[in-house]
């Protein structure tokens, strides 16, 4: 079955791996091996395409590496599915 996950950012910065996300889980607290597939604008009202994988994560921070083109900040929602 597949699960909605989400994870509302406050900080997000570039790692060697990846990136380090600090926030706080909305819908369906992310866990290692989720995908996320979207990252929503919430203040733009747009969405952006993005293929990233949870690494790690723990309260609040993602630990998550994969394709991220879009600009991530303060106020954005990741958005993806895990199978559980």
Known sequence: MD???SFFVKTAARTASGWAIHGE???GRPE???RLVAL???AEGREDPVA???ES???DELRVNGSL???IGPGDILVGTATR
Do not use: F
Request: glycine share 10%; aromatic share 4%.
């Open 3 to 5: 699960w909605k996950v």
């Open 25 to 27: 889980p909305g819908i």
């Open 32 to 34: 290692p091996g989720d």
């Open 40 to 42: 929503v604008h919430e």
């Open 52 to 54: 990233l994988v949870v």
């Open 57 to 59: 994560c723990s309260e």
């Open 69 to 71: 083109d879009a600009a």
